[in-house]
Every structure is written in structure tokens, then in C-alpha cells.
């Protein structure tokens, strides 16, 4: 019921063909894009960043730190901060969404993406062409949530950043929300407490407007790095999409799970290998 291919000279000229004659291009991209541009969270990157909190709560890579039960919110700020600080505020390792960028910049492009460290903003995406679904590590909300709004973070992490000691950040940098007082926390989806604000409602609105304009035309639906945790944001709906308009083509890059249902197998193009290597070969 599935189809996979790897990387062949045939399937990048497939998909470069495909993206040189789309009216409209939907890019939807999963952690597995930004694992491509050196966003690791275990391995060389913990041990650069995290070797002080891996050695003293004993875990060992980013992820399972974010769920470690600190005993004070000094404590947990102080993690946090460096966190979002490192896969937020600093460019990743290598300039693959640069170059995917350079791909689409002069095309009639939109962007989904269940990532939320602002990587496609950063390398020149124009914000209005973007749907950040599951959040922003550059944002705060309130914990309860006792209202629907968010708050930019950059500075008051990056002052959290530098005042951190011991694994500490000082008690009056800890963040409370400023109507009712509760605990800060990231605005990531987790649960139902988190905030949809004014910004996600009018990006969400955005991308239906594109789909609706250009759904039915010579669009290109490029998954990348897109897992099946949230099958049902991206992956679905592009195959669905796809199988809807016989001028889409649906193209899958994505390292060891490129794959497509039968039913739109001539419209697809699947790629099992790194999504790094084929944005730099497109």
C-alpha cells in the first residue's frame, strides 16, 4: 500500500521538474527538516550546551531534559532559557533552509510547519507565508492560560541567559504571567491550555485562503522531515490534496519513511534519504 524510492538522478529531476512547472507551492515541514540543519538534540550538541545539566540530573540529551522534574523554577528557568536560547535565537549549523529559500523565494509559496524554532523566518521566509501550528519557542504564554495572548521572550531570555549561575537563574527573573500572576510557560502545544492567539488565528486563515486560491491548479505539495506524530496537520491532507487534483504532485523527502498510498503513486515523488543532501542537489 506504500511506495518508497531512493534517492536516484531520476527522482531529482523528477522533483525539480515538478517544482520548475508548479503555480503554487505548499511546503510542509516536521522536525526531520530542522534534524537536517543541525538542530540535534542529543549526541555533540548536548555535550557542547548540556554537559553541566546532563552530568548533575543525569539525563542525556535536550528532549528528555524538558520533562526532568526540577525542584525550583530557578532551576527549571535556567534550563529552559539555555534551551530556547540555542534552538531559537541562534542560526542552525548548516544552511539548509537557506537553500530551500533559494528554492521557492520567486515562487507563489506557503509554508505549514509543526516546528517551532523560527528557522524559516530566519533564513528570509516572509512571515506571512507562514503557519506555525504547534507554537514558538520565542513565545510566552500564561501556564492556566487566564487569557489569549502571547509575549515575545528574546529578552528576557537572553537576560536569563546571561545571569545564570550554577544552573540558577536569579528569583526575579523567573517570569509570572502579568494579569493574573500564575507561571509562565512556552507557548508549545502540549494540552488544551495552549493559546491560540490573535497572530495563529490570522496565519491559519492565511494558509486556507492559499489552499483555496490554488488547490486546484499545478500545485506542489513538498513534505519534508515530517513524522507521524502529527499526521494529521501535514501529511494526510497534502495525500489527500493530492488525490483530490490530478495536477498536484505530492513530493516526500524524508530519510528512512518517504512514502505514498497507492492511489496517488503517479503523482508522487518519495525520497528516502537526507532532506539536507536534496535541497543542496535541487
Known amino acids: 500500500m506504500t511506495y518508497t524510492e531512493n534517492c536516484s538522478q531520476d527522482a531529482v529531476k523528477s522533483l525539480r521538474e515538478a517544482l520548475g512547472a508548479a503555480e503554487a507551492v505548499v511546503i510542509g515541514a516536521g522536525a526531520g527538516?530542522?534534524?537536517?540543519?543541525?538542530?540535534?538534540?542529543?549526541?555533540?550538541?548536548?555535550?557542547?550546551?548540556?554537559?553541566?545539566?546532563?552530568?548533575?540530573?543525569?539525563?542525556?540529551?535536550?528532549?528528555?531534559?524538558?520533562?526532568?522534574?526540577?525542584?525550583?523554577?530557578?532551576?527549571?528557568?535556567?534550563?529552559?532559557?539555555?534551551?530556547?536560547?540555542?534552538?531559537?535565537?541562534?542560526?542552525?549549523?548548516?544552511?539548509?533552509?537557506?537553500k530551500l529559500f533559494e528554492l521557492v523565494c520567486h515562487k507563489n509559496y506557503f509554508v505549514i510547519t509543526t516546528n517551532v524554532d523560527h528557522c524559516f523566518q530566519k533564513a528570509g521566509f516572509d512571515k506571512k507565508r507562514l503557519f506555525y501550528t504547534q507554537g514558538d519557542y520565542g513565545l510566552f504564554q500564561c501556564s492556566r492560560p487566564c487569557h489569549k495572548k502571547t509575549y515575545d521572550n528574546e529578552e528576557i531570555i537572553k537576560k536569563m541567559m546571561e545571569s545564570q549561575n550554577d544552573m540558577r537563574i536569579p528569583p526575579d527573573l523567573v517570569p509570572h504571567c502579568p494579569v493574573c500572576g500564575a507561571p509562565m510557560t512556552m507557548n508549545l502545544r502540549a494540552d488544551n491550555s495552549f493559546v491560540e492567539d490573535e497572530g495563529w488565528h490570522q496565519a491559519a486563515s492565511r494558509y486556507q485562503t492559499f489552499l483555496q486560491k490554488n488547490v486546484s491548479g499545478r500545485v506542489l505539495f513538498?513534505?519534508?522531515?515530517?513524522?507521524?506524530?502529527?499526521?494529521?496537520?501535514?501529511?494526510?491532507?497534502?495525500?489527500?490534496?493530492?488525490?483530490?487534483?490530478?495536477?498536484?504532485?505530492?513530493?516526500?523527502?524524508?530519510?528512512?519513511?518517504?512514502?505514498?498510498?497507492?492511489?496517488?503513486?503517479?503523482?508522487?515523488i518519495c525520497i528516502a534519504e537526507d532532506i539536507g543532501d536534496m535541497v543542496l542537489f535541487l
Open 222 to 268: 513538498l513534505e519534508l522531515g515530517v513524522g507521524f506524530n502529527t499526521t494529521g496537520i501535514i501529511k494526510y491532507p497534502f495525500m489527500k490534496m493530492t488525490a483530490a487534483n490530478p495536477k498536484a504532485i505530492y513530493a516526500c523527502i524524508n530519510s528512512g519513511e518517504a512514502y505514498c498510498p497507492k492511489e496517488i503513486e503517479k503523482q508522487s
Open 33 to 98: 527538516l530542522s534534524a537536517a540543519a543541525g538542530f540535534e538534540y542529543s549526541g555533540e550538541r548536548f555535550s557542547k550546551y548540556f554537559a553541566d545539566f546532563g552530568d548533575k540530573y543525569g539525563f542525556s540529551d535536550m528532549y528528555s531534559g524538558g520533562f526532568y522534574p526540577f525542584e525550583s523554577p530557578e532551576e527549571y528557568w535556567a534550563y529552559w532559557s539555555r534551551y530556547i536560547y540555542i534552538n531559537r535565537y541562534m542560526d542552525p549549523p548548516t544552511p539548509v533552509y537557506d
